[in-house]
């Protein structure tokens, strides 16, 4: 069984559409988190939901919206994709509490042409 | 300002040789330390962690790592690697009162060669 799964699992796209990646947990985690990967390898948390309440919102461009419909699910949708937004988008589960693992999935690689 | 610095980009090494790969930070508050590896076109799995207590601890795989206060350091460690543990490692910070968030560092590509 996928502990946290992610789908789709590639996406290719053209500047400027919108498109969303789903993420499901089945880990009965309460916090759940997005982290985007460069092409550099460089991973940095964009945010975080606790309870289907968001409680951790970096600098992000408001182009990239968040849902969490419920406590196993936190959605990433993203409005007029430009070409800085290719990379890998992660998604990650937790119980509450900062000494607790961070479970994450395989990761969408997105690429806007 | 709170940082991780993984001082190593690359590390290339010969299977059954050990290998340690270096991990600082920078933070005047507590921590909680984590390692994690990916493996090409993978996600990243947990090796180890280190929360409080004895400074050394096991990790899967055979790694482990050492927390060292004074330093500010978390170095990773494996005796003997073998060519199935060529991947990106990753060291990550959570810092207290940081709401979970881990701070990544930049990664160090592990290359184990015959």
């Known amino acids: 069984d996928t502990a946290v799964s992610q789908t789709p699992k590639y996406l290719v796209t053209q500047m400027g559409n919108d498109k969303s990646i789903k993420c499901e947990q089945n880990l009965g985690h309460d916090t759940m988190y997005w982290y985007k990967q460069d092409s550099k390898k460089f991973l940095k948390i964009m945010f975080s939901?606790?309870?289907?309440?968001?409680?951790i919102n970096e600098t992000v461009p408001n182009r990239f919206s968040p849902k969490s419909p419920d406590k196993a699910h936190l959605n990433l949708h993203i409005n007029s994709l430009e070409l800085g937004d290719s990379a890998v988008y992660f998604c990650a589960s937790s119980a509450p509490g900062g000494r607790e693992t961070q479970y994450f999935g395989p990761g969408t690689r997105l690429l806007v042409l | 300002a709170q940082s991780v610095t993984q001082l190593d980009s690359q590390v290339p090494v010969f299977e059954e040789a050990p290998v340690e790969l270096r991990c600082n930070y920078s933070?005047?508050?507590?921590?909680?330390l984590f390692w994690y590896v990916q493996y090409p076109n993978q996600g990243l799995q947990l090796l180890l962690k280190?929360?409080?207590?004895?400074?050394l601890v096991k990790g899967i795989n055979g790694f482990e790592a050492e927390f060292n206060k004074s330093q500010t350091s978390f170095h990773l460690r494996k005796p003997s690697v073998h060519i199935s543990d060529t991947a990106e490692y990753f060291c990550?910070?959570?810092?207290?009162?940081?709401?979970?968030?881990?701070?990544f560092g930049a990664g160090t590509r592990l290359a184990v060669h015959p």
């Open positions: 933070s005047s508050v507590s921590v909680y």
């Open positions: 280190y929360l409080s207590g004895s400074t």
């Open positions: 990550a910070v959570k810092f207290s009162g940081g709401y979970n968030k881990l701070i």
């Open positions: 939901y606790n309870n289907k309440e968001l409680i």
